[in-house]
């Protein structure tokens, strides 16, 4: 096992964002699943806490510890493929577009992806990563059974057949049961994707939402408010041959769009207030995704320009609404919006902790450029979302409190008593999680 334990530039963690930093007391790189457990085991007889730390992609400190802080870059890979049931036995620390492209060798693909190919498997499904498409849900729909090193260092198997109620809670729960070291996933036949963006109205999209979520597999749009303007993307299965293999087109249209995004981010920071030329230069951006291509091309959208994020579910019935008053507070406060504003379908499942619990849901993404002020913006945007029972996505940030995610989860009280069974220490604890937990008392 690789440990680090020189000096604390070599200690320090960053989210992708550069908004969470810790600087824990020892990092540990375990390359086998008896590491893993030996290291749980010596942070749980020294008393100590441990976090998983993957690719950074939240925006919220679920990862942050002063402690001990694990990283999974050495314990990735696909280690087993059933052939006839097409389910892959896949390494927590695999990033997706890894998976992806190891799925792809052996003729196979997943129903959705996240959008962030250098995200970790265990990431992506411990915070509900989605796609966009009424027939699929998230990230942990596809997960047919997990490994866990739990803090006694023993290896526990979730599954449907073994325990329901606790395969359910385990699909997303943060961190804050174990450490998951594999990941069972049930995998589809390889396909290609076209993808197709146009520009058009979002009074008009409204008034045929329906029939554009039925229509396509995937379908989302983006809004640029103090306008009309939305764009529509849609992805659908294509015979045709791939037109996105090439590295220059693919790093053509990367381009483009963070061209766009970064020349809005340095219009935000020094001309504080929306311009046209903004509103141009983002939708512009966002419609450079065409082509055919396998999923993995297809799903991911390479960021370089760092930014703030707060996403929230919201029934799908009572979207138009909400965006309707989301208008309308916008204009009224005169709030200053730099970046689109993204919506996403995503099925309903039975995940305990899972934003789309039991209910359809549309999310909703807003962002904010690094360094320009998103509070004001971001909170009037919450309280609409409140009105509406809006959950929020965990990896984004949000002000919600053990007590609101009670009142929002059907089941959060027998997730935090599962918990405390598995975990009575608290070894996988940190102050972010323990406030979530409503735990008083202190890790």
């Known amino acids: 096992m690789v440990h680090d334990l020189i000096g604390k530039y070599r200690r320090r963690w960053r989210n992708w964002a550069g908004s969470v930093e810790a600087v824990p007391n020892f990092r540990s790189y375990p390359q086998s699943l008896d590491q893993i457990q030996a290291e749980v085991l010596r942070a749980a007889e020294e008393g100590e806490r441990l976090r998983v730390g993957g690719s950074g992609q939240s925006f919220t400190p679920l990862c942050w510890t002063d402690e001990n802080l694990m990283s999974l870059d050495y314990f990735s890979g696909i280690e087993s493929v059933d052939v006839e049931t097409q389910r892959a036995w896949v390494r927590s620390g695999t990033t997706l577009q890894t998976l992806a492209l190891e799925l792809s060798e052996r003729g196979l693909a997943l129903d959705v992806l996240g959008s962030s190919g250098t995200q970790t498997l265990a990431g992506a499904i411990s915070t509900g990563t989605h796609a966009s498409g009424v027939r699929f849900g998230n990230m942990c729909t596809q997960v047919s059974a997990l490994r866990m090193v739990m803090a006694d260092g023993s290896v526990k198997v979730f599954s449907a057949a073994a325990d329901k109620d606790a395969f359910d809670a385990a699909r997303l729960s943060l961190g804050a049961l174990g450490v998951i070291t594999h990941v069972e996933l049930q995998c589809v036949d390889a396909y290609r994707l076209r993808g197709q963006s146009t520009r058009s109205r979002l009074s008009g999209t409204l008034q045929r939402l329906d029939s554009l979520k039925n229509e ?155 360094g320009v002020p998103f509070r004001p913006y971001f909170d009037a945007m919450s309280e609409i979302f409140d009105r509406y029972d809006g959950r929020p996505h965990w990896g984004k940030l949000h002000d919600k409190t053990s007590h609101d995610f009670a009142q929002l989860y059907p089941r959060y009280a027998s997730f935090q008593r599962l918990r405390e069974t598995f975990d009575p220490h608290g070894v996988f604890l940190n102050p972010h999680l323990s406030a979530l937990m409503g735990i008083d008392r202190r890790y």
């Not at 983006?222 to 220059?248: A, C, F, I, K």
């Not at 419609?287 to 799903?299: A, K, T």
Request: net charge positive.
């Open 216 to 370: 396509h597999r995937h379908f989302e749009f983006s809004w640029m408010p103090y306008s009309d303007t939305v764009v529509l993307r849609t992805m659908d299965p294509t015979r045709e041959p791939e037109t996105l293999g090439s590295t220059s087109l693919a790093a053509k249209q990367s381009l483009i769009e963070n061209g766009a995004l970064w020349a809005a981010s340095a219009m935000a920071r020094h001309l504080p207030r929306r311009t046209p030329a903004e509103r141009w230069l983002m939708t512009r951006g966002a419609r450079n995704r065409d082509g055919i291509g396998e999923p993995y091309r297809r799903y991911e959208t390479r960021r370089m320009v760092r930014f703030i994020e707060t996403a929230y579910g919201v029934p799908a019935k009572h979207l138009p609404d909400v965006l309707a008053q989301m208008s309308r507070v916008i204009r009224g406060l005169n709030l200053a919006v730099h970046m689109p504003i993204e919506v996403r379908f995503v099925r309903a499942d039975d995940i305990w902790l899972s934003p789309c619990y039991q209910r359809d849901s549309a999310m909703i993404s807003l962002s904010a450029p690094k």
